[in-house]
Each structure stands twice: as structure tokens, then as C-alpha cells.
């Protein structure tokens, strides 16, 4: 039995918060991601459950996440940390079979707990499994020019979707389903999840105004390629802001999903 800190979910966790800190998204203790694990690969590194010590998670987790494991960034800890001492920055938990209690595991090593926003991963994780089992990603984090396009339109997903697809030729075919939107609210709160949430019924990725982005995947390249793109279509619109001759047609937006077979949002081009 290997340590469960050379595991590939810690690996993938130390490569991908490195990453994310070095685009520049994640300030200070910004962003935080949540990695559900299956049991099966739980127990290549712990045969049976030891808890170091049980976390009340803050909430009622839903039943379909109940027994499942998570490995979820500390609260008021650093992206660009993670990778030098991910003991002390990660934590691996088992949610407890009311959903009131995480069971620490793993991390976590200064006494720390999970991110303030783990209920709010834990709600859009719930949905996101029920629509599709394979789902094990919740990423958080703050992308400098989703947050200024989020600053210059209304809160209008459809007008920000149009807007996305109108200005990089990737973005129908990587989120055809478009992007949800909230308003600026207050984060770390019930509502803010429970928003989140049911966006995240109809899209894999949901800005926040004056805040940042949420995006899900079976994957962390899939969540994070998700948002990535939402990103670098924002710097796109925001460096033409003003000046663009070139739109993308809506033929060709409609062009795109056709020959990749997806289902586009609708309401967004051609009204
Ligand atoms: O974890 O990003 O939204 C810090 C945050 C809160
Ligand atoms: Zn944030």
C-alpha cells in the first residue's frame, strides 16, 4: 500500500491548483475544488476507514452524496501552496451516512477544514451526479476577464452565451449548453449554493458577477478546460470590446453545433 499523498488524485490536485495560481485566477486563498473519489480507489491507500477526526460539514449533504469520499482544498489556504505541502492544504473526507459530518481522513494537517464553500460544491456535486454518475469535479476559482465581461453585460446568460460564442469559434462546441449566470450575491451562503445549484441543472458552468466561475466535469481537465475556454473567449470580447468588424456569424455559430451534433442553448442565436 502506497501513501495516499503519491496518489494520482493528490497529484492531479497539486498540478492543477499550481496551474490555476500561475494564470493568475486564484489570489491569495481564491478558489477551490472538490474531487470526489470512488471507493474502490479509497481503498487502494486506506483498506478500512480510520478517521483522524470528524468536521460538521455545515449542512445536510443529499443522499446520493452520503458515504461518498471527497478531496477538497482547505479553507483560507493558498492555490500556490498546495503542491510544496498538500497534507496541510488537501483534505480527503467521507461524508457521513446522515450527511450532517465529514470524517477526516486524510490533511488537513494543521488542524484545518475543508473551503467554506465545500456545502455549495456539495449541492452542485449532487446535481451534477444525478444528471450524470460519471461527474466528480466542483471548481472554483476567480478568471480575471470572466469577471470583466461579467462586469459589462446584464446578468442575462443568454446575452453572455451569445456573446461567448459569437467571439471564438471553440466556445459553442466546448459548452453548447451555454454558461449560467448569477448576479452578484454573497458567497459562502445557503442561497448562493442552492443558486449555483440549480443552474448547474442546465449548464456544466455558472459565473459569478463580481466574483468568478463554478465549472463540472467527470474530469479536472474537463472542468478545467471548460472554464479555461469560457476565459480565453471573455479575453477575446474584452480585448475587442468596441472594435470588433469581425463577428461570428450566427450561420456559422449554428454551422458548428450541426457538424458536432450538440444540443446548442436555446433563446441565444437568431432572436
Ligand atoms: O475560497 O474563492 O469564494 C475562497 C473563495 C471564496
Ligand atoms: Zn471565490
Redesign the pocket.
Known amino acids: 500500500m502506497s501513501d495516499f499523498i503519491h496518489s494520482k488524485f493528490v497529484q492531479e490536485m497539486c498540478d492543477i491548483t499550481a496551474n490555476m495560481y500561475r494564470q493568475g485566477w486564484d489570489e491569495r486563498?481564491?478558489?477551490?475544488i472538490s474531487y470526489m473519489i470512488d471507493e474502490e480507489f479509497v481503498r487502494e491507500y486506506f483498506p478500512e476507514d480510520k478517521f483522524i477526526r470528524d468536521i460538521p460539514a455545515g449542512f445536510v449533504a443529499h443522499e446520493c452524496l452520503r458515504g461518498k469520499y471527497f478531496l477538497v482544498?482547505g479553507?483560507g489556504k493558498y492555490f500556490k501552496n498546495v503542491k510544496g505541502d498538500p497534507e496541510t492544504n488537501l483534505g480527503l473526507v467521507k461524508i457521513s451516512e446522515d450527511g450532517e459530518t465529514a470524517h477526516l481522513l486524510w490533511g488537513y494537517k494543521d488542524g484545518g477544514r475543508f473551503?467554506?464553500?465545500f456545502p455549495a460544491h456539495l449541492m452542485s456535486h449532487a446535481v451534477r451526479y444525478q444528471i450524470n454518475p460519471k461527474n466528480r469535479i466542483i471548481m472554483?476559482?476567480?478568471p480575471t476577464y470572466t469577471i470583466c465581461m461579467g462586469a459589462c453585460l446584464p446578468t442575462d446568460e443568454k446575452i453572455f452565451t451569445r456573446k461567448l460564442w459569437k467571439s471564438n469559434t471553440e466556445a459553442v462546441v466546448v459548452f453548447p449548453e451555454g454558461v449560467g449566470v448569477l448576479p452578484c450575491m454573497i458567497?459562502?451562503t445557503t442561497e448562493i449554493g442552492e443558486a449555483t445549484a440549480e443552474k448547474m441543472k442546465q449548464h456544466r458552468i455558472v459565473t459569478w458577477t463580481n466574483?468568478?466561475i463554478y465549472g463540472a466535469g467527470e474530469t479536472i481537465d474537463e472542468a478545467f478546460g471548460l472554464i479555461e475556454t469560457v476565459e480565453k473567449t471573455a479575453q477575446i470580447y474584452m480585448l475587442t470590446l468596441g472594435h470588433v468588424v469581425n463577428e461570428i456569424p450566427d450561420e456559422v455559430v449554428i454551422g458548428l453545433a450541426k457538424l458536432w451534433n450538440l444540443k446548442m442553448m436555446e433563446g441565444v442565436i437568431g432572436e
Open positions: 486563498n481564491g478558489g477551490n482544498t479553507t473551503t467554506s464553500e472554483h476559482t476567480h458567497c459562502g466574483h468568478g
